[in-house]
């Protein structure tokens, strides 16, 4: 590239300096931009650097140093391996400019080179320095700790939840980002504080003298917050720098912010958790298809979709993703939203199969469905000994597409054992099905309803038990959809009254013993 005048290692464009990866063991310095536009992923360094633990698990090998190389590893979702994890071995030889010095992303320090080899990792694994600018934050996320960015919504969560979530998320070994988002070019720069751009939220604490508090970090001499708490504030006693480890330099990008003022400009707040040994993560493969293709539990069809059951013995948080095949390059996105739903399943003896039926209640959690090739979910299931049932759908019946599914959760115990079960519904465990259909015209039958003149002109189907059946009969359930109806009519008001969408109903009653019956097996 145009900038780059020659490659030299740590000695040569450093000289003086202990080459090394991190500038101690407890203190992971910040990341200064470079030549390149690749500034969100490199937001997603920063953010993963909030955490010596969770940035540290990137080099898979760091003790070559003085042979000048290194291994890390980049979590890429690969759907035909079970090993998602890639190993990429770099050199130090790094890319530097005229002046000698790096040219492209590194640490404040010389010598200090997590940052630049990051970069230099992930342009191996992406073919070259310049595919690494068209690499999104959440993506950089994703790639450097095998966890799903997930949002902590502040609106419409109070204050006090999203303080709640935060705390949560800081004592779990989570990275957390923060953004303000905004389309409008006049919105900000608000107090030092730039929009689009990504923070790291490096920790927090509800104090005594001060509140409840937040310290941030963006990239190294950048812009800072200037407002109350910021690093000019005359507020700061000698006491609260002690307390808070403040350091009043302008030019590391790191400042302390009261909460109030932080939930006030940032609107979007995400946390991820790295995927390491002590997750439990389970894929399904499988596809929308013919009557798997159902639609959302608001569609007529959803029986037919494919279901998953789980089961939760003890509290347990998953963290859900959904994915479709990518578009080509260019093409439009899905033709249909697509979303995953949890519902209660039934209770033994019927608990291995699949639910046929929505009582209120059913419905434990659905997301509302997104428009998007990758859709990220998280669910928190209390425990029940009757199993939930994992239900991915596409919102548009007959819809058809293969889908990836993959749920992951902590393994609390770290023992290597999940803390759930999870398995789809077995043909032989589910229930016996048989289908049968006929017409209403209006020569031909649509009778109306029971106790009406014409009810006996409907058409009637004849269900006789044969075979294996048991003595005192059998349990069923009879359901009547419509044909080419995508709706029950629950989804929209208004439908009820429409002669588009008439209403229809059941009825069951004894056969008349002299007329012939058609027989319906069981399949």
Known sequence: ADPVATWRRPAEFAPGATARVFHNDWQIQGVVPG???????LAGANIVGGDQDVIARAFVDAEHASKGFYVLRFYVDDPHSDDDWVVVIVDDRLPCGADGKLCFARCPSEGVLWVALVEKGLAKLRGCYEATCHVTTDESLMLLTGGLSRAIEAPPATRDELWQKLTEAWNTSHVVGVCHVSDRPDDGPFQGLEANVHYCALTGGDMQACGKMVRLRGFHGASEWTGKWSDNDPTWTNHLRQMLSFSKDATDGTFWMAFDDFAGWFNRVSSCRAADDRWTKMTVRSRWEDATAGGSYDCIGWVGNNQWLLRAPRRTRILASLTLP???????????????CVLRGNRAPDDRRRKLLLADGDVVDAAAPRVSTRSVFEWTLEPSTTPYVIMPYAHTP?????????LRSDDRDDDGKPDFEFGPVRPEDDWRRGAMSASWKPDEGAGGPP???????????????????????????????????????????????????????????????DEPLHVMRAE
């Open 35 to 41: 030549l390149l536009p690749n500034r969100d992923m």
């Open 326 to 340: 990518a578009p080509p390059a260019g093409g439009p996105p899905p033709r249909s939203a697509v979303g995953v």
């Open 451 to 513: 106790g009406g003149k014409g009810f006996l002109r409907n058409p009637r189907l004849h269900l006789r038990l044969s075979g294996s059946a048991p003595a005192d009969g059998g349990r069923f359930f009879i359901i009547a959809e419509s044909i080419n109806v995508a709706t029950d009519m629950r989804a929209e008001a208004g439908l009820q009254t429409s002669p588009a969408y008439p209403p229809i109903g059941l009825a069951v009653s004894a056969a008349d013993a």
């Open 398 to 406: 007959g819809f058809e597409s293969p889908f990836t599914l993959v």
